[in-house]
Protein backbone atom coordinates (compact mmCIF):
# COMPACT_ATOMS: atom_id res chain seq x y z
CA UNK A 1 0.00 0.00 0.00
CA UNK A 2 1.43 3.62 -0.61
CA UNK A 3 1.50 5.28 2.42
CA UNK A 4 3.90 8.10 1.82
CA UNK A 5 3.87 9.87 5.03
CA UNK A 6 4.30 7.34 7.55
CA UNK A 7 7.23 5.59 8.88
CA UNK A 8 5.94 2.10 7.61
CA UNK A 9 2.72 0.70 6.19
CA UNK A 10 -0.24 0.58 8.56
CA UNK A 11 -2.49 -2.43 9.34
CA UNK A 12 -4.82 -3.56 6.66
CA UNK A 13 -7.72 -1.33 6.51
CA UNK A 14 -10.71 -3.28 5.36
CA UNK A 15 -12.73 -3.29 2.74
CA UNK A 16 -15.53 -0.67 3.71
CA UNK A 17 -13.12 2.04 4.26
CA UNK A 18 -13.94 5.58 3.23
CA UNK A 19 -10.57 7.28 1.87
CA UNK A 20 -10.93 10.83 2.96
CA UNK A 21 -9.69 13.23 -0.24
CA UNK A 22 -7.48 15.60 0.48
CA UNK A 23 -8.60 17.93 -2.41
CA UNK A 24 -12.42 18.03 -1.14
CA UNK A 25 -13.46 17.09 -4.53
CA UNK A 26 -17.10 15.75 -3.88
CA UNK A 27 -17.78 16.99 -0.17
CA UNK A 28 -21.30 16.05 -0.43
CA UNK A 29 -20.34 12.45 -2.14
CA UNK A 30 -17.82 11.88 0.63
CA UNK A 31 -20.14 13.07 3.28
CA UNK A 32 -22.96 10.44 2.17
CA UNK A 33 -19.93 7.92 1.54
CA UNK A 34 -19.36 7.99 5.27
CA UNK A 35 -22.92 7.87 6.40
CA UNK A 36 -24.13 4.87 4.55
CA UNK A 37 -20.26 3.29 5.43
CA UNK A 38 -22.22 3.23 9.40
CA UNK A 39 -22.66 4.89 12.78
CA UNK A 40 -18.69 4.13 13.71
CA UNK A 41 -16.75 3.88 9.82
CA UNK A 42 -13.05 3.32 9.03
CA UNK A 43 -11.75 6.15 7.74
CA UNK A 44 -8.12 6.71 5.90
CA UNK A 45 -6.30 9.80 6.65
CA UNK A 46 -3.47 10.10 3.78
CA UNK A 47 -2.41 6.51 4.42
CA UNK A 48 -3.18 6.66 8.39
CA UNK A 49 -6.30 4.12 9.26
CA UNK A 50 -8.68 5.80 12.34
CA UNK A 51 -12.49 5.55 12.99
CA UNK A 52 -14.75 7.77 12.75
CA UNK A 53 -18.61 8.68 14.14
CA UNK A 54 -20.97 9.79 11.54
CA UNK A 55 -24.42 9.98 13.82
CA UNK A 56 -25.66 12.59 16.42
CA UNK A 57 -26.56 9.88 19.44
CA UNK A 58 -23.43 8.11 19.25
CA UNK A 59 -21.09 10.93 19.22
CA UNK A 60 -22.91 12.79 21.52
CA UNK A 61 -22.38 9.48 24.12
CA UNK A 62 -18.39 9.41 23.07
CA UNK A 63 -17.93 13.07 23.43
CA UNK A 64 -18.79 12.63 27.31
CA UNK A 65 -17.01 9.35 27.48
CA UNK A 66 -13.65 9.11 29.67
CA UNK A 67 -12.30 6.47 28.29
CA UNK A 68 -11.36 8.90 24.97
CA UNK A 69 -8.93 11.47 25.31
CA UNK A 70 -6.78 13.87 23.49
CA UNK A 71 -3.51 13.19 24.78
CA UNK A 72 -1.73 11.65 21.40
CA UNK A 73 0.80 9.92 23.32
CA UNK A 74 -2.74 7.60 24.24
CA UNK A 75 -2.26 6.86 20.20
CA UNK A 76 -0.56 3.36 19.39
CA UNK A 77 0.58 4.24 15.75
CA UNK A 78 2.12 7.06 17.21
CA UNK A 79 3.59 5.49 20.03
CA UNK A 80 4.98 2.79 17.67
CA UNK A 81 6.37 5.44 15.69
CA UNK A 82 4.34 4.36 12.63
CA UNK A 83 2.42 7.94 12.58
CA UNK A 84 5.53 10.85 12.93
CA UNK A 85 5.68 14.60 12.63
CA UNK A 86 6.30 14.21 8.94
CA UNK A 87 2.18 13.10 8.69
CA UNK A 88 0.57 16.47 7.09
CA UNK A 89 -2.36 16.06 9.98
CA UNK A 90 0.05 15.73 12.95
CA UNK A 91 -0.62 19.90 13.58
CA UNK A 92 -3.74 19.32 13.91
CA UNK A 93 -3.24 16.68 17.07
CA UNK A 94 0.15 17.38 18.19
CA UNK A 95 -0.70 21.01 18.74
CA UNK A 96 1.37 22.02 22.36
CA UNK A 97 -0.60 21.56 25.61
CA UNK A 98 -3.60 23.65 25.98
CA UNK A 99 -7.54 23.41 26.42
CA UNK A 100 -7.83 21.66 23.28
CA UNK A 101 -5.34 18.99 23.63
CA UNK A 102 -5.81 18.13 27.67
CA UNK A 103 -8.63 16.30 29.31
CA UNK A 104 -10.00 16.32 32.87
CA UNK A 105 -9.04 18.02 36.06
CA UNK A 106 -6.40 19.90 34.09
CA UNK A 107 -8.74 20.66 31.12
CA UNK A 108 -10.95 22.80 33.58
CA UNK A 109 -7.92 24.73 34.92
CA UNK A 110 -6.70 25.21 31.08
CA UNK A 111 -10.38 26.27 29.98
CA UNK A 112 -12.01 28.05 32.67
CA UNK A 113 -11.38 31.31 31.97
CA UNK A 114 -11.42 31.23 28.23
CA UNK A 115 -14.69 30.52 28.63
CA UNK A 116 -15.77 32.84 31.09
CA UNK A 117 -14.71 35.26 28.76
CA UNK A 118 -16.79 34.23 25.98
CA UNK A 119 -20.11 34.11 27.82
CA UNK A 120 -23.05 35.92 26.03
CA UNK A 121 -23.13 38.70 28.59
CA UNK A 122 -19.62 39.16 28.38
CA UNK A 123 -19.68 39.19 24.91
CA UNK A 124 -22.44 42.05 25.10
CA UNK A 125 -19.20 44.84 25.69
CA UNK A 126 -17.35 44.45 22.58
CA UNK A 127 -20.60 43.97 20.81
CA UNK A 128 -19.92 47.74 19.20
CA UNK A 129 -16.58 47.01 18.31
CA UNK A 130 -17.58 43.72 16.21
CA UNK A 131 -20.34 46.35 14.45
CA UNK A 132 -17.75 48.78 13.64
CA UNK A 133 -15.30 46.12 12.13
CA UNK A 134 -17.81 45.24 9.77
CA UNK A 135 -18.92 48.28 8.96
CA UNK A 136 -15.45 49.35 7.82
CA UNK A 137 -14.91 45.58 6.16
CA UNK A 138 -18.88 46.60 3.99
CA UNK A 139 -16.86 50.06 3.22
CA UNK A 140 -13.85 47.74 1.98
CA UNK A 141 -15.53 45.65 -0.08
CA UNK A 142 -17.65 48.45 -2.10
CA UNK A 143 -14.00 50.09 -2.64
CA UNK A 144 -12.83 46.76 -4.19
CA UNK A 145 -15.17 46.13 -6.92
CA UNK A 146 -13.39 45.52 -9.86
CA UNK A 147 -14.24 46.98 -13.00
CA UNK A 148 -16.63 44.50 -13.47
CA UNK A 149 -17.98 44.91 -10.32
CA UNK A 150 -16.86 41.08 -8.97
CA UNK A 151 -15.19 41.58 -5.60
CA UNK A 152 -14.34 38.27 -3.53
CA UNK A 153 -16.55 38.35 -0.15
CA UNK A 154 -14.06 35.94 1.27
CA UNK A 155 -10.87 37.90 0.80
CA UNK A 156 -11.90 41.43 1.82
CA UNK A 157 -15.29 40.83 4.69
CA UNK A 158 -15.49 37.20 6.25
CA UNK A 159 -11.51 36.52 6.36
CA UNK A 160 -10.54 39.95 8.01
CA UNK A 161 -13.57 40.37 10.39
CA UNK A 162 -12.98 37.52 12.66
CA UNK A 163 -9.71 37.86 12.27
CA UNK A 164 -9.46 41.39 13.92
CA UNK A 165 -12.49 39.98 16.55
CA UNK A 166 -10.18 38.24 18.17
CA UNK A 167 -6.90 39.85 17.69
CA UNK A 168 -8.66 42.53 19.61
CA UNK A 169 -9.69 39.56 22.13
CA UNK A 170 -6.49 38.54 22.38
CA UNK A 171 -4.58 41.56 21.77
CA UNK A 172 -2.65 40.62 18.53
CA UNK A 173 -1.79 43.17 16.83
CA UNK A 174 -3.54 44.55 13.83
CA UNK A 175 -0.04 44.86 11.99
CA UNK A 176 0.41 40.81 12.36
CA UNK A 177 -3.02 39.98 10.84
CA UNK A 178 -2.36 39.68 7.51
CA UNK A 179 0.67 37.65 8.61
CA UNK A 180 -1.47 34.89 10.52
CA UNK A 181 -4.03 34.60 7.49
CA UNK A 182 -1.10 33.42 5.16
CA UNK A 183 0.43 31.16 7.55
CA UNK A 184 -2.73 29.90 8.69
CA UNK A 185 -3.94 29.31 5.36
CA UNK A 186 -0.39 27.76 4.41
CA UNK A 187 -0.95 25.75 7.41
CA UNK A 188 -4.71 24.03 6.93
CA UNK A 189 -3.72 23.51 2.85
CA UNK A 190 -2.47 19.95 1.78
CA UNK A 191 -0.53 21.60 -0.69
CA UNK A 192 1.82 22.85 1.49
CA UNK A 193 4.71 20.37 1.91
CA UNK A 194 5.42 19.24 5.60
CA UNK A 195 8.45 20.65 6.37
CA UNK A 196 7.21 24.66 5.63
CA UNK A 197 4.35 23.54 7.51
CA UNK A 198 6.99 22.53 10.24
CA UNK A 199 8.93 25.49 9.69
CA UNK A 200 5.80 27.79 10.03
CA UNK A 201 3.99 25.98 13.08
CA UNK A 202 7.74 26.89 14.45
CA UNK A 203 7.82 30.61 13.58
CA UNK A 204 4.27 30.48 15.10
CA UNK A 205 5.55 29.39 18.07
CA UNK A 206 7.80 31.89 18.26
CA UNK A 207 5.82 34.57 17.66
CA UNK A 208 2.94 33.85 20.12
CA UNK A 209 6.00 32.69 22.37
CA UNK A 210 7.58 36.64 22.06
CA UNK A 211 3.33 37.99 22.33
CA UNK A 212 3.02 36.21 25.89
CA UNK A 213 6.32 37.44 27.14
CA UNK A 214 5.61 40.96 26.02
CA UNK A 215 1.75 40.46 27.97
CA UNK A 216 3.46 39.00 30.92
CA UNK A 217 5.57 42.53 31.19
CA UNK A 218 3.12 44.94 30.25
CA UNK A 219 -0.69 42.94 30.73
CA UNK A 220 -3.56 45.13 29.29
CA UNK A 221 -7.20 43.75 29.75
CA UNK A 222 -6.94 41.62 26.52
CA UNK A 223 -8.03 37.71 27.16
CA UNK A 224 -4.08 36.68 27.13
CA UNK A 225 -3.05 39.06 29.75
CA UNK A 226 -5.96 37.32 31.89
CA UNK A 227 -4.96 33.80 31.08
CA UNK A 228 -1.46 35.19 32.51
CA UNK A 229 -2.85 36.51 35.36
CA UNK A 230 -2.89 33.73 38.67
CA UNK A 231 -6.26 33.63 39.32
CA UNK A 232 -6.92 34.94 43.55
CA UNK A 233 -5.05 31.66 45.31
CA UNK A 234 -4.52 29.69 42.32
CA UNK A 235 -2.16 28.13 40.32
CA UNK A 236 -1.36 30.41 37.24
CA UNK A 237 -0.91 28.85 33.69
CA UNK A 238 2.26 27.94 32.70
CA UNK A 239 3.98 29.94 29.60
CA UNK A 240 3.07 26.93 27.42
CA UNK A 241 0.00 26.70 28.59
CA UNK A 242 -0.83 30.47 27.72
CA UNK A 243 0.58 30.40 24.36
CA UNK A 244 -1.31 26.72 23.72
CA UNK A 245 -4.45 28.54 24.49
CA UNK A 246 -3.85 31.70 22.65
CA UNK A 247 -2.41 29.56 19.50
CA UNK A 248 -6.06 27.22 19.73
CA UNK A 249 -7.81 30.85 19.55
CA UNK A 250 -6.42 32.91 17.00
CA UNK A 251 -6.48 29.35 15.00
CA UNK A 252 -9.93 28.63 15.67
CA UNK A 253 -11.24 31.42 16.35
CA UNK A 254 -10.79 33.24 12.83
CA UNK A 255 -10.86 30.18 10.87
CA UNK A 256 -14.35 28.38 11.29
CA UNK A 257 -15.79 31.79 11.51
CA UNK A 258 -14.92 32.66 8.15
CA UNK A 259 -17.01 29.04 6.91
CA UNK A 260 -19.90 29.71 8.75
CA UNK A 261 -20.48 33.95 7.48
CA UNK A 262 -19.97 32.53 3.81
CA UNK A 263 -22.00 29.37 3.58
CA UNK A 264 -24.72 30.76 5.28
CA UNK A 265 -24.58 33.33 2.79
CA UNK A 266 -24.17 30.77 -0.14
CA UNK A 267 -26.65 28.79 1.40
CA UNK A 268 -29.35 32.31 1.61
CA UNK A 269 -28.23 33.45 -2.44
CA UNK A 270 -28.84 29.82 -3.57
CA UNK A 271 -32.15 29.30 -1.84
CA UNK A 272 -33.97 32.92 -2.88
CA UNK A 273 -37.36 32.10 -1.38
CA UNK A 274 -35.58 31.79 2.38
CA UNK A 275 -33.09 34.68 2.56
CA UNK A 276 -36.53 36.50 1.13
CA UNK A 277 -38.53 35.40 4.19
CA UNK A 278 -35.55 36.84 6.28
CA UNK A 279 -35.68 39.76 4.81
CA UNK A 280 -39.53 39.95 4.99
CA UNK A 281 -38.53 39.15 8.94
CA UNK A 282 -40.61 35.97 8.39
CA UNK A 283 -37.58 34.19 9.73
CA UNK A 284 -34.52 35.26 11.92
CA UNK A 285 -30.80 35.73 11.75
CA UNK A 286 -30.51 33.00 14.34
CA UNK A 287 -32.20 30.52 12.64
CA UNK A 288 -30.26 30.94 9.20
CA UNK A 289 -26.78 30.99 11.69
CA UNK A 290 -28.23 27.65 12.97
CA UNK A 291 -29.30 25.67 9.78
CA UNK A 292 -26.02 26.62 8.16
CA UNK A 293 -24.17 24.93 10.74
CA UNK A 294 -26.03 21.89 10.74
CA UNK A 295 -26.41 21.96 7.25
CA UNK A 296 -22.81 23.43 6.34
CA UNK A 297 -20.73 22.71 8.98
CA UNK A 298 -16.98 24.86 9.11
CA UNK A 299 -15.60 21.53 10.28
CA UNK A 300 -15.76 19.03 8.65
CA UNK A 301 -13.72 16.16 10.34
CA UNK A 302 -12.06 17.08 13.77
CA UNK A 303 -9.03 15.38 14.91
CA UNK A 304 -8.45 12.77 17.20
CA UNK A 305 -9.45 11.31 20.40
CA UNK A 306 -7.91 7.97 21.21
CA UNK A 307 -9.20 5.29 23.08
CA UNK A 308 -7.76 3.98 26.69
CA UNK A 309 -9.46 1.02 26.51
CA UNK A 310 -11.51 -1.12 24.03
CA UNK A 311 -14.84 0.91 23.11
CA UNK A 312 -17.98 -0.87 22.12
CA UNK A 313 -20.43 1.17 19.49
CA UNK A 314 -23.12 -1.13 18.17
CA UNK A 315 -21.30 -3.78 16.15
CA UNK A 316 -17.56 -2.10 16.05
CA UNK A 317 -14.99 -2.16 18.89
CA UNK A 318 -12.38 0.78 19.31
CA UNK A 319 -10.01 -0.74 20.47
CA UNK A 320 -7.61 0.67 23.29
CA UNK A 321 -4.83 3.14 21.48
CA UNK A 322 -7.22 3.38 18.07
CA UNK A 323 -7.69 6.74 17.33
CA UNK A 324 -11.28 8.68 16.51
CA UNK A 325 -12.58 11.40 14.62
CA UNK A 326 -15.62 13.33 15.10
CA UNK A 327 -16.78 13.34 11.51
CA UNK A 328 -19.41 17.01 12.38
CA UNK A 329 -21.02 17.42 8.46
CA UNK A 330 -22.12 13.85 8.40
CA UNK A 331 -23.29 14.41 12.24
CA UNK A 332 -25.22 17.21 10.55
CA UNK A 333 -26.98 15.25 7.90
CA UNK A 334 -28.19 12.64 9.96
CA UNK A 335 -31.54 11.39 9.13
CA UNK A 336 -32.29 10.01 12.53
CA UNK A 337 -31.89 13.33 14.23
CA UNK A 338 -33.08 15.53 11.26
CA UNK A 339 -35.42 13.69 9.29
CA UNK A 340 -35.43 12.20 6.06
CA UNK A 341 -34.44 15.51 4.43
CA UNK A 342 -31.33 16.40 6.06
CA UNK A 343 -29.69 17.04 3.14
CA UNK A 344 -32.08 19.92 2.23
CA UNK A 345 -31.00 23.79 3.44
CA UNK A 346 -34.13 24.97 5.58
CA UNK A 347 -33.96 27.66 8.30
CA UNK A 348 -37.38 26.81 9.03
CA UNK A 349 -36.63 23.19 9.97
CA UNK A 350 -37.67 22.32 13.79
CA UNK A 351 -34.28 20.56 14.33
CA UNK A 352 -32.25 23.51 13.17
CA UNK A 353 -31.29 24.19 17.13
CA UNK A 354 -30.44 20.64 17.60
CA UNK A 355 -27.29 20.02 15.75
CA UNK A 356 -23.84 19.16 17.70
CA UNK A 357 -21.94 21.55 15.12
CA UNK A 358 -19.85 22.72 18.25
CA UNK A 359 -19.27 19.49 19.73
CA UNK A 360 -20.52 18.43 22.66
CA UNK A 361 -19.22 17.79 26.22
CA UNK A 362 -16.20 19.31 28.23
CA UNK A 363 -14.25 20.04 25.20
CA UNK A 364 -17.84 22.26 23.77
CA UNK A 365 -16.92 24.85 21.48
CA UNK A 366 -15.85 27.62 24.25
CA UNK A 367 -16.21 30.75 20.89
CA UNK A 368 -19.52 29.12 20.14
CA UNK A 369 -21.76 32.19 21.67
CA UNK A 370 -19.16 34.50 19.56
CA UNK A 371 -19.33 32.72 16.72
CA UNK A 372 -23.08 33.43 16.80
CA UNK A 373 -22.63 37.17 17.60
CA UNK A 374 -20.44 37.65 14.94
CA UNK A 375 -22.15 35.82 12.05
CA UNK A 376 -25.74 37.49 13.81
CA UNK A 377 -23.51 41.02 12.99
CA UNK A 378 -21.90 40.15 9.81
CA UNK A 379 -25.06 38.55 7.75
CA UNK A 380 -27.72 41.22 8.26
CA UNK A 381 -25.36 44.13 7.88
CA UNK A 382 -23.78 42.26 4.84
CA UNK A 383 -27.30 41.97 3.20
CA UNK A 384 -28.92 45.59 4.60
CA UNK A 385 -25.83 47.09 2.79
CA UNK A 386 -26.37 45.12 -0.57
CA UNK A 387 -30.02 43.78 -0.66
CA UNK A 388 -29.08 43.37 -4.49
CA UNK A 389 -25.87 40.75 -3.44
CA UNK A 390 -25.58 37.81 -6.40
CA UNK A 391 -22.76 35.57 -6.54
CA UNK A 392 -20.64 36.41 -9.80
CA UNK A 393 -20.33 32.88 -11.32
CA UNK A 394 -22.51 29.62 -11.38
CA UNK A 395 -22.75 28.45 -7.68
CA UNK A 396 -21.19 25.20 -9.36
CA UNK A 397 -17.92 26.79 -9.68
CA UNK A 398 -16.83 27.04 -6.05
CA UNK A 399 -14.28 25.25 -5.15
CA UNK A 400 -13.05 24.21 -1.98
CA UNK A 401 -9.66 24.70 -0.75
CA UNK A 402 -7.73 21.42 -0.52
CA UNK A 403 -7.99 21.06 3.60
CA UNK A 404 -9.20 17.90 4.79
CA UNK A 405 -10.79 18.99 8.27
CA UNK A 406 -11.94 22.40 7.89
CA UNK A 407 -14.52 23.16 5.15
CA UNK A 408 -13.28 26.50 3.28
CA UNK A 409 -13.49 27.76 0.09
CA UNK A 410 -11.02 29.12 -2.26
CA UNK A 411 -12.87 32.59 -2.93
CA UNK A 412 -16.36 33.47 -3.41
CA UNK A 413 -16.98 35.99 -6.19
CA UNK A 414 -19.83 38.34 -5.60
CA UNK A 415 -21.37 41.29 -7.41
CA UNK A 416 -22.50 43.75 -4.60
CA UNK A 417 -25.51 45.12 -6.95
C1 LIG B 1 -4.51 24.53 14.69
C2 LIG B 1 -3.04 24.60 14.94
C3 LIG B 1 -2.71 25.18 16.28
O1 LIG B 1 -1.68 25.82 16.43
C4 LIG B 1 -3.63 24.98 17.33
C5 LIG B 1 -4.84 24.35 17.16
C6 LIG B 1 -5.68 24.06 18.32
C7 LIG B 1 -7.12 24.41 18.09
C8 LIG B 1 -7.66 23.81 16.80
C9 LIG B 1 -6.78 24.26 15.62
C10 LIG B 1 -5.31 23.87 15.80
C11 LIG B 1 -7.38 23.73 14.32
C12 LIG B 1 -8.84 24.09 14.12
C13 LIG B 1 -9.67 23.66 15.31
C14 LIG B 1 -9.06 24.28 16.55
C15 LIG B 1 -10.11 24.06 17.61
C16 LIG B 1 -11.41 24.29 16.89
C17 LIG B 1 -11.08 24.26 15.40
C18 LIG B 1 -9.75 22.14 15.39
C19 LIG B 1 -5.10 22.35 15.78
C20 LIG B 1 -12.15 23.55 14.63
O2 LIG B 1 -12.09 23.38 13.47
C21 LIG B 1 -13.34 23.06 15.35
Known amino acids: MNCPHTAAAPADRGAGTVVIDPMVQDLDGETARLRDAGVLARIDLLGVPAWTVTRHAEARQLLLDPRLVKDIDAW?????????????????????????TVDGAEHRRLRTKTSQALTPRRLEAIRPEIEKFTQELLDALDAAQGDDGVVDLKAVFAQPLPMRVVGMLMGVDESQHAMLTRQYKAFFSMLTPQDERLSLLAELDVFYTDLVREKTARPTDDLTSALILAEEGGEPLTEEEVVGNLKAMVAAGHETTIGLVLNAVRALLSHPDQLRKVLAGEAGWDAVIEETLRWDTPTTHLLMRFATEDITVGDEVIRKGEGLVVSYRAIGRDIEQHGADADAFDITRPTRNRHMTFGHGPHICPGAALSRVEAGIALPALFTRFPGLRLAVPDEEITKLPVMTQNDMTAFPVLLG
Open 76 to 100: GLWRSGVVTRAWPLIGMIDAGRSMF
